[in-house]
Each structure stands twice: as structure tokens, then as C-alpha cells.
């Protein structure tokens, strides 16, 4: 179009040397402004063009194509010819970048939407960022450039979380409420004999104990009404998961069982949570220097828990030796340690955890041996990809 522009201009010059009159001088009058112009259009159009995402938080499985929609409008009586996006994307824990553009024509007084599909390898949190738009005239002969590098606008970006798959375990789950270890939490789903908590309240059936008969309801209904008492659920297992992993490249790429430590880390408190066990699962975040410690009672617990944890950036000091200076008063009936690997270090300070019976480590090295034992407390089970719950059926949650 530019070079077909400039023909016309020169065209429209010599019309103008050669033919004497005003309908040549203002032909090359117009082709001489024309320029001046688009490019006045050109950039009042970039200072009223507005986009962004339109949702600002997605959710996805890992390789799943999700599609993200950017929304774009055009308020001005001024056709775009060509709009390019450029867009960048990166993991939240490695943050090596990358780029992206989508093309497209803006027409005159429209809103579009663009819906591009994303996909990740790596579990976690996947940032994306609109970077700067590039606008073209209608003659491409200028183009303008909006940048938002130090725009905070929120609808700038978005982020794709990709949540772990969970393994179906069959494992089987041991009951503790017989070590005694206080709760304060109750079954949602079977009566018991705590009588600190109602479960449930019904009519009088035979077989049912005297003592247990609401007088006050029963006055106020003129029948006889009986409590059930709740079922306390000790908060029994500790899920510890292992963030002290090196990233690969230099810390540009994150390593293969990154994923396999979340899948675990899912698939165990997934299978407790469908045989109604409460429990906790803790790691040690290095940014804030801190053990973070989640209780796990229903979905949404879960579901809170994979996202803060998908958001934890590596390395920092292993949770192993965190376990092993807690205070021992702090009981649980069965640890779960989720890492990457267990070297002599870790291995030695196994043993000074004293704040449950049994401690089972899932070590996700790729050399690490048959499962074996450390002490009588103390046993390790090496989990591969594809075949977690191969390696876990002997467990004993």
C-alpha cells in the first residue's frame, strides 16, 4: 500500500505540472495531506483503543488446550487494518518468558474478541500478559505503538491455573482415634457418642437410650424427640510436601517431578478426603520463611490448598528438618514426607521426628531403590510417573 500511495503521489505531481487548473491542484493537494492525516487519526485511535482480558483467573488440566479470550474496542469511526497483540506468557515459579502475537483487523465502532488456546506441561500457575498493541493506517504507511509496561491495570492480565491430576488410590485408611488425639473436628456423615456436639436430632424409635432424650424439644413438640452425638475425627495424618527442589537450566525450567511431587500430594489428601479423614498438609514456603500449614476438611479446603501450594516458589530449606524440630506435644498418627529425593542429610534427621508413630517418605528420585526401611518408624517408598498407585499399594494411610 505504500509503495502504491507514493506511485499516486508522483502521479498526481506531474498531473498537476502538466495540467494547469484547480481540480489538479487539489488532487495533489489531498494526496499530499493524506499522510498528515492518517497519522493524526492513527494516533488519536491509539490513545482511545482500549483491551484486556476478559476473565482474570481460568482454571485447566495439565496439556489441556484452554482457551483465553482478550477483548478488544475500537470506539472511533477509524478502521484498523491491521492490530498487533503481543503477548507474553510464563510459568509463576520459573518465569522464563515467552512471546506470542495475535493479528487481526479493528473495524470502525466494534468490540471484538480474540480467544487464543494455552496449554502447560508443568502443573502451577500459568501468567499471561498483554504487552503492547501495534496499529497500523489504513495505507500502512505509520504505525503506533502502545506499550503497558508500567501499566498495572488488572485487565492486562491473566492467569491460567493448571491443577494437578489425582491419582484414584485404593489404599486403605487406618483409624486413630483410639491414640487419643484431641480434635475438634466431627464427621459429617456418622453419629458417635461425643456428646460436646449434636449430630442429629429424630423421633423417639425403641432401642433408643433415655438418656440421650431432648426434654426441652420434646415439651415444645408434645413428642418425644432424641439426640444423636457426633463422631470426633482426629486431625491423625500430616501430608509434608518437599519443596527443597533445584530447578533445571540454571533455574529457568522447572524439573520433571515437580509434577510428580504435586500429583502425589493431590492424590493423597484426595483419597483421604473420600474416606472422610481430615487431615494437614504442610510445607515450607522460603519466601516468607515459614511452615505453612493447611487443614484439610472438605473440597474447598483441598482446592485452596493445591492453589497456595502451586503458588510456593522452590528451594528454601527442606520441611524435613522443620519435622524435625516441632514441637513434639504436636501428635499425628501417620506422616507423610512427599520429596524429591532423600539424601544422607535428610536421612540422618528422619529418625529425630517424634511427633508420630509412623513416617513414610515418597521419594520421586528417578535412582532411589526398592522401598526400604530406616528405623522401625521410618520407611521409604520410591513413586514413579504414571505408576503412583503401583508404588503406593502396600501403604497403610
Not at 496449554?119 to 500459568?126: Q, R, T, V, W
Request: aromatic share 10%.
Amino acid at each position: 500500500m505504500a509503495v502504491l500511495y507514493f506511485i499516486l503521489l508522483i502521479v498526481s505531481l506531474l498531473f498537476y505540472i502538466l495540467y494547469e487548473g484547480v481540480f489538479s491542484f487539489y488532487l495533489f493537494s489531498f494526496m499530499l495531506l493524506l499522510p498528515v492525516a492518517l497519522n493524526v487519526l492513527l494516533s488519536l485511535c491509539k490513545r482511545r483503543l482500549k483491551i484486556g482480558f476478559v476473565q482474570a483467573v481460568q482454571t485447566a488440566g495439565r496439556y489441556d488446550k484452554t482457551g483465553v479470550t482478550v477483548k478488544i474496542e475500537n470506539p472511533l469511526r477509524i478502521p484498523v487494518p491491521n492490530c498487533m497483540i503481543k503477548i507474553s506468557y510464563y510459568m509463576r515459579l520459573d518465569k522464563k518468558a515467552e512471546y506470542f502475537t495475535v493479528n487481526t483487523p479493528l473495524f470502525p465502532k466494534n468490540v471484538q474478541y480474540l480467544t487464543v488456546s494455552v496449554s502447560s506441561k508443568h502443573y502451577g500457575a500459568l501468567k499471561m500478559r498483554i504487552e503492547s498493541v501495534r496499529i497500523n493506517d489504513m495505507l500502512k504507511l505509520f504505525f503506533r505503538t502502545k506499550k503497558f509496561k508500567n501499566d498495572t491495570s488488572p485487565q492486562l492480565e491473566t492467569m491460567v491455573t493448571v491443577f494437578p491430576d489425582y491419582t484414584e488410590l485404593e489404599n486403605p485408611v487406618m483409624n486413630y482415634s483410639e491414640m487419643g488425639l484431641e480434635t475438634d473436628v466431627y464427621s459429617k456423615t456418622k453419629k458417635g457418642d461425643d456428646p460436646s456436639e449434636i449430630f442429629d436430632i429424630h423421633e423417639y424409635v425403641e432401642g433408643d437410650k433415655i438418656s440421650r432424650i431432648h426434654w426441652k424439644l420434646t415439651a415444645k413438640q408434645d413428642k418425644t424427640m432424641v439426640k444423636d452425638y457426633s463422631l470426633p475425627v482426629a486431625n491423625s495424618v500430616l501430608i509434608a510436601v518437599d519443596l527443597d527442589i533445584p530447578l533445571k537450566n540454571g533455574g529457568a525450567d522447572l524439573p520433571d517431578c515437580y509434577d510428580l511431587i504435586m500429583e502425589c500430594a493431590a492424590s493423597v489428601s484426595m483419597r483421604l478426603l473420600e474416606n472422610q479423614c481430615p487431615h494437614r498438609t504442610v510445607w515450607f514456603d522460603p519466601k516468607m520463611q515459614t511452615a505453612e500449614h493447611e487443614m484439610i476438611g472438605d473440597i474447598e479446603d483441598y482446592t485452596l490448598m493445591i492453589s497456595r501450594l502451586l503458588e510456593t516458589p522452590l528451594g528454601g530449606e527442606s520441611i524435613v528438618y522443620r519435622l524435625a524440630a516441632e514441637d513434639e506435644r504436636v501428635k499425628y498418627g501417620h506422616i507423610l514426607i512427599i520429596t524429591a529425593s532423600l539424601d544422607e542429610k535428610k536421612s540422618a534427621v528422619l529418625p529425630q521426628i517424634n511427633s508420630a508413630p509412623r513416617i513414610t517418605v515418597l521419594s520421586a528420585d528417578k535412582n532411589a531403590d526398592m522401598p526400604f526401611e530406616i528405623d522401625e518408624r521410618c520407611s521409604v517408598v520410591p513413586v514413579q510417573t504414571g505408576a503412583i498407585a503401583e508404588c503406593m499399594q502396600d501403604i497403610y494411610l
